[in-house]
């Protein structure tokens, strides 16, 4: 008699997967307006800074959320993560300054700093081994839809009314978030009370070593979407074009049509060879993106980038649990969310130092991320198939 298969598309999984997509659209409704917004405070040089700040806490904050996803329970740090948006639509207003805007950017951080990293350890818990690609392939595709809805609404939204407007609907998708998670299940057995002794962080909680190979990967793949969100909205409108959230609209469908069936050939390939392949889609997608410079080349670069990062991004995810030992599976993929916050940190950093509202420096920047992911496509090829692990 046949093995019936693990229902892993259940109440809970598909309760996760919605508060994700929720989370994931209260965040980034926000990216394509906050550049203009933080212009029209007289900060126009710090645009920079709208995406280093956010990740800057964001990684920061990776150790503490995975040592409390292991010890106080995954739904209470999922819920943590969306409190920190819920508030911070309603602060955006008041704080009316650069000065205040900028630190709202790093309170804003802690909100992926803590949700993503529980979610990950969650989706791990409820689904077996052998689906893992699968499984958060799928979560992608709901965490991405929520990436590709978000600016469009968000843009939408300011065009039709304004950016206050925007910050107060961010707000609500945060509570809906909130809302969902209060009816999830805890997964995680030997919980603990919250207590100030466990913020006590050494060095080995930091970083959990059986998974840096895809820590590595992650840095590197990452660091051109540093540069794609802090650059891209002023791009867009340099090409006549909007609506600046076209272009994430266009690399999120991208990226949800790849997701599941990506995830899939991970579980059935192996993680390294998936990885390979998406690596090398984006550094063509930002090769495209530089030398095409019309509205057409925009969107091309954007669906080949988000095919790119919808074949990395669940084999990457799946890679780090496969490595992860499972009594530390929150420091797992806090290490691994430390490395894609570095990435996209560092990216928009640079990426915005260099490019001072330049705009003719916008081709030279995506040409330079491409040659970042081409290091990791080298690491790939020559160092991570020894850490290939089968399930």
């Known amino acids: 008699m046949a093995k019936t298969p693990h229902p892993i598309y259940n109440l809970q999984f598909m309760l996760v997967c919605m508060s994700s997509l929720l989370f994931s659209a209260s965040f980034n409704m926000l990216v394509p307006e906050l550049p203009g917004y933080l212009s029209s405070l007289g900060g126009a040089?710090?645009?920079?800074?709208?995406?280093?700040?956010?990740?800057?806490?964001?990684?920061?904050?990776?150790?503490?959320?995975?040592?409390?996803?292991?010890?106080?329970?995954?739904?209470?740090?999922?819920?943590?993560?969306?409190?920190?948006?819920?508030?911070?639509?309603?602060?955006?207003?008041?704080?009316?300054?650069?000065?205040?805007?900028?630190?709202?950017?790093?309170?804003?951080?802690?909100?992926?700093?803590?949700?993503?990293?529980?979610?990950?350890?969650?989706?791990?818990?409820?689904?077996?081994?052998?689906?893992?690609?699968?499984?958060?392939?799928?979560?992608?595709?709901?965490f991405s839809t929520g990436l590709a809805i978000g600016p469009a609404i968000g843009s939408y939204i300011t065009l039709r009314y304004n950016i206050n407007v925007l910050f107060w609907c961010s707000s609500a998708f945060a509570l809906l978030s909130i809302l969902i998670l209060l009816n999830m299940k805890e997964t995680l057995q030997a919980r603990q009370k919250f207590s100030l002794s466990l913020l006590k962080i050494s060095r080995r909680d930091i970083i959990a070593p059986e998974v840096l190979p895809a820590g590595i990967i992650t840095f590197l793949a990452y660091a051109s979407y540093g540069a794609i969100l802090t650059l891209i909205p002023d791009w867009t409108a340099h090409l006549g074009i909007a609506n600046k959230g076209?272009?994430?609209?266009?690399?999120?469908?991208?990226?949800?049509?790849?997701?599941?069936v990506a995830g899939k050939a991970s579980d059935k390939y192996g993680r390294p060879k998936v990885i390979t392949i998406g690596l090398a889609v984006m550094a063509l997608s930002l090769a495209i993106t530089g030398l095409v410079q019309t509205p057409f080349g925009l969107m091309a670069g954007a669906v080949v980038y988000g095919i790119a990062t919808g074949i990395v991004s669940p084999a990457v995810n799946a890679w780090t649990v496969d490595m992860s030992h499972p009594e530390h599976r929150g420091k797992a993929m806090a290490t691994m969310y430390i490395s894609l916050e570095?990435?996209?940190?560092?990216?928009?950093?640079?990426?915005?130092?260099?490019?001072?509202?330049?705009?003719?420096?916008?081709?030279?920047?995506?040409?330079?991320?491409?040659?970042?992911?081409?290091?990791?496509?080298?690491?790939?090829?020559?160092k991570a198939p020894k850490f290939q692990k089968t399930n």
């Open 45 to 142: 040089e710090y645009k920079g800074l709208i995406v280093a700040l956010f990740t800057l806490t964001a990684g920061i904050s990776r150790p503490f959320s995975g040592r409390l996803t292991d010890t106080v329970g995954r739904v209470p740090i999922m819920a943590f993560g969306s409190i920190v948006c819920f508030v911070c639509g309603f602060l955006y207003p008041v704080l009316g300054t650069v000065a205040g805007f900028l630190l709202l950017r790093l309170f804003h951080g802690f909100s992926t700093g803590f949700k993503p990293t529980a979610t990950a350890a969650y989706v791990a818990d409820i689904v077996p081994a052998g689906r893992w690609g699968e499984a958060l392939g799928f979560h992608g595709l709901a």
């Open 246 to 260: 076209i272009f994430f609209v266009a690399f999120t469908v991208a990226s949800l049509l790849i997701r599941f």
């Open 342 to 382: 570095a990435g996209i940190g560092l990216g928009a950093l640079f990426a915005g130092w260099y490019y001072a509202d330049f705009i003719d420096r916008f081709p030279t920047i995506m040409y330079s991320s491409a040659v970042i992911t081409v290091i990791g496509l080298v690491y790939m090829l020559f």
